[in-house]
């Protein structure tokens, strides 16, 4: 049974996963190294988030989910289970308030006791009464103070949990046309962030999201990339952006913005999912495969050149609610795992000589021939030597893990 999972059927015919990678290495072209995309694929690291582990839902509706993690607590164990499968997922991002303990070193050590470490912080700006005209952008100095009270609270967090990431969403902005004066707006957010910046230690950052739209309508105050960008420059190195996919117009070319802010040095992390419409917070590459490879192939391009100092935290911002939470969780490991095998195993040779000669069919033929590979075996080594199941997706749900948590949780 055991050794099914290392068996392929290749054109009809049955070989192992060793033969198969074999196969994969020898039909690669010459300057494509599988030995360092396999050593690379060893050190990925995604961070899931506690919140993508309880019950969430729409406006219109929660579906709650028997054994849904009810508490912080809990919503480790879930991480600890995807961790268990995948082998890449050693830290879970909090949010506080929804996460609040009276003892943040009782988080700490649950979570070292399963395997794990405490990723970014995120603030909560957007749930209390007092924000409905905005939090640190409020024309209320009053309610700017709360808010940047609750930023420095998530600081100390920081430092009680061992985080060193502050990642700032905004649900800041206006529903009408002269609802508040944008300049105004513009130099509350800066002056608080000032505050917020200088309570940092060197070696933490301040990742900084952007939303063109939602909750506010007409505007957002950190609207796009541009904006969150300028921000985090104006503030200095310890600021930078951070890029949720679920959060540009349709049609933007999010692989574009990835690669501008590499270039700046500004890339700072990522918000996994996937989307059809807005933020719809689907598995990450539910919709749109291509687009996460494009992206990764990005990335890849930019570790490999050594003037980028890339240090990106890669993690997964979705609330399941209609999926199972912790498949849903492995599902999107897998296609980000899969999609950077897949980048790494571009013809970076081949594409820079025809983009120098403006072949577009020879360049956009490599890029296919990467996003087409099947990169099984490959992963299935990885997940060997990770010493984790060679199909996590398949080995949770045989686990019995949920028919467990299910009952302790009832
Ligand atoms: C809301 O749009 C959001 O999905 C943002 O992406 C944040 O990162 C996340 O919620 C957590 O606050
Ligand atoms: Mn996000």
Redesign the pocket.
């Known amino acids: 049974m055991r050794l099914l999972r290392y068996i392929v059927r290749k054109g009809g015919a049955v070989i192992t996963m060793d033969r198969a990678y074999g196969l994969l290495q020898d039909s690669l072209p010459a300057g494509v190294d599988l030995a360092l995309a396999q050593s690379k694929l060893m050190s990925q690291r995604i961070e899931t988030p506690s919140?993508g582990y309880g019950d969430s839902g729409t406006r219109f509706q929660v579906f709650k989910q028997p054994g849904a993690a009810r508490d912080v607590f809990e919503k480790l164990e879930d991480a600890a289970e995807v961790h268990r499968m995948t082998g890449i997922t050693p830290s879970v991002a909090l949010?506080i308030p929804w996460d609040k303990v009276e003892d943040y070193q009782d988080v700490m050590d649950y979570a070292h006791g399963l395997g794990l470490t405490i990723g970014a912080i995120?603030p909560?700006l957007f749930q209390e009464p007092e924000y409905k005209l905005g939090s640190v952008c409020h024309p209320d100095p009053s309610v700017r103070k709360m808010a940047i009270d609750h930023l420095l609270e998530c600081v100390e967090i920081m430092h009680s949990t061992g985080s060193k990431i502050l990642?700032l969403?905004l649900a800041d902005g206006t529903n009408y046309p002269g609802q508040d004066d944008f300049r105004s707006r513009k130099r509350r957010l800066e002056e608080a962030m000032e505050m917020v910046y200088a309570a940092l230690a060197s070696d933490e950052r301040l990742l900084i999201?952007y939303?063109f739209f939602?909750p506010a309508f007409y505007h957002t105050d950190i609207a796009d990339w541009g904006m969150a960008t300028l921000l985090a420059m104006k503030l200095g190195p310890k600021a930078q952006t951070l890029v949720?996919l679920?959060?540009h117009p349709l049609g933007t070319n999010i692989e574009h913005i990835v690669a501008y802010l590499i270039d700046e040095g500004k890339l700072g992390g990522f918000?996994f999912n996937s989307k059809k419409y807005a933020?719809d917070?689907l598995t990450t590459g539910a919709i749109n495969p291509y687009e996460l490879f494009l992206i990764y192939n990005e990335l890849v391009a930019g570790e490999a050149d050594p003037g980028s100092n890339l240090d990106v935290v890669y993690m997964i911002?979705q609330s399941h609610n209609v999926k199972p939470k912790v498949a849903a969780m492995i599902q999107s490991v897998e296609q980000i795992q899969m999609a950077y095998a897949k980048a790494l195993l571009v013809d970076r040779k081949g594409l820079a000589d025809a983009q120098e000669q403006g072949d577009i069919i020879g360049a956009e033929t490599i890029l296919r021939a990467a996003y087409d590979r099947d990169v099984t075996p490959l992963l299935v080594r990885v997940r060997k030597q990770l010493g984790v199941p060679a199909n996590p997706l398949e080995a949770h749900r045989r686990s019995g893990y949920m028919a467990k948590v299910v009952k302790a949780r009832s």
């Open positions: 919140w949010h995120n909560n990642s969403w999201e939303k939602e949720d679920g959060h918000h933020d917070d911002d």
